[in-house]
């Protein structure tokens, strides 16, 4: 059962259901249908390539994995190749597994993955991954598209270095305390403040700095200012940890060390207040003098975090090689947890190897009461996470911290900008 329509553009959301079993199909359709979207039907996942030569406007998949002659799979990779590909709903009969490992590679192949479902099949739960979709794809329908981002020149970042535009926002993470006494510390978040385009993210600077080789120029900009702003907390009488993240630039500079002991020294900061995020893939560089400057980092008395654990492929060998202080919990699997067996597992693993290495455990990503609550049943130390509250300036940063120190019920805010 093909539908002959090609695909062209609609005033709706168009929903395609690749199917190979009649009774499935026919039900899928009518869920479609009875969300007030319209459904085009395949049996066969290379009648569906044919005939779909290209996407316009907001489309769904429905996609079973296990096709004859075509696999899911293989459609996966044949829309990575389009321009306008459609949001993926996935479903299988196959055991969880087969389903994260295609909704990993859709994800590689920067596809949308709108959700993914084992069978038999929730009817309720398929109504509101397309009712989700259904709400987004008619905003954006409407015109509602951002504009395009313009890139910057090495120019005008060398200016902002120069100009020191570049600030820091800090995010909470909240510590799980045996006493029920409120516990707080915070990692630096660089943002650049455009004198006319108002905050920009990392992702559209970071990665030109790296490039120009002027990394070291930002992280002194990012060691001053937070060190700044912790002795001003101090005087204020708070007193809190920082994290703040190093390159693979700066792990692997001999004179790193002294030049964060000199800085603390001079502003008569304690160094266990200072913690140091590096990233695992950063690690596989030059490990030799990494393990130089980080282990002599921790003689100074700089606590050390791997950041993004589980993501890399030498994840063990560092946790043994490396003295670090603080393992950190890779967001991806953090918020899948409660949903997700699989996720749920390597979270578990990640805590209990921390345990075996004495190393505190964070998790990142925490964005509901439910994983929360969760991970301080399995033993993790602390999250960090929208759930707690979203990075912030240093002044909304201090107004939070005074009034979430000074109340038993932690979900209470100040009002936050919008950043």
Not at 70 to 88: K, Q, T, W
Request: hydrophobic content about 45%; glycine content about 6%; charged content about 20%.
């Amino acid at each position: 059962m093909s539908s002959d329509l090609v695909a062209q553009p609609f005033s709706a959301p168009q929903v395609y259901i690749v199917d190979d079993e009649p009774d499935i199909l026919q039900m899928l359709r009518d869920v479609v249908e009875l969300s007030g979207l319209v459904a085009h039907c395949f049996f066969q996942a290379d009648d569906f390539i044919k005939e779909i030569q290209g996407f316009d406007g907001n489309n769904i998949l429905i996609l079973d994995l296990q096709m004859p002659k075509v696999d899911g799979i293989e459609v996966i990779r044949h829309l990575a190749a389009m321009e306008n590909p459609p949001e993926l709903i996935l479903i299988s009969g196959q055991d969880s597994s087969v389903l994260s490992g295609a909704e990993n590679l859709a994800v590689a192949h920067a596809l949308t993955v709108r959700g993914t479902l084992e069978k038999p099949l929730s009817i309720g739960s398929l109504r509101s991954l397309l009712e989700t979709q259904t709400a987004a794809a008619t905003t954006k329908f409407k015109g509602d598209i951002k504009p395009a981002v313009r890139d910057f020149s090495a120019e005008e970042i060398r200016e902002a270095l120069d100009l020191n535009q570049f600030v820091l926002h800090y995010q909470p993470k909240e510590e799980f305390a045996l006493s029920g006494a409120a516990k707080y510390s915070a990692e630096c978040l660089v943002r650049w403040q455009h004198p006319i385009q108002g905050l920009i993210y990392p992702d559209r600077f970071i990665p030109l700095i790296q490039r120009q080789g002027w990394m070291a120029d930002l992280t002194s900009i990012v060691f001053n200012q937070a060190i700044m702003q912790q002795r001003q907390w101090q005087k204020d009488d708070l007193h809190i940890n920082l994290s703040i993240n190093v390159s693979a630039s700066d792990i692997t500079s001999l004179t790193l060390p002294e030049s964060i002991s000199r800085l603390l020294t001079e502003n008569e900061l304690d160094t266990t207040k200072i913690t140091l995020e590096v990233t695992e893939s950063e690690l596989m560089g030059e490990l030799t003098t990494s393990l130089d400057v980080l282990t002599r980092l921790r003689l100074k008395g700089v606590r050390l975090s791997i950041d993004d654990f589980g993501t890399g492929y030498s994840s063990l060998l560092q946790l043994f090689r490396m003295p670090f202080s603080e393992l950190k919990i890779d967001q991806s699997f953090v918020s899948k947890m409660v949903v997700d067996m699989e996720a749920l597992a390597i979270v578990k693993a990640c805590i209990m190897l921390g345990e075996q290495f004495q190393m505190r455990v964070v998790a990142e990503g925490v964005e509901d009461q439910a994983t929360k609550a969760l991970l301080e049943d399995l033993g993790c130390q602390a999250v960090q996470g929208y759930v707690i509250a979203k990075p912030m300036a240093a002044d909304f940063f201090g107004e939070w911290l005074t009034l979430a120190l000074t109340t038993s019920n932690t979900l209470v805010r100040p009002p936050l900008p919008n950043t």
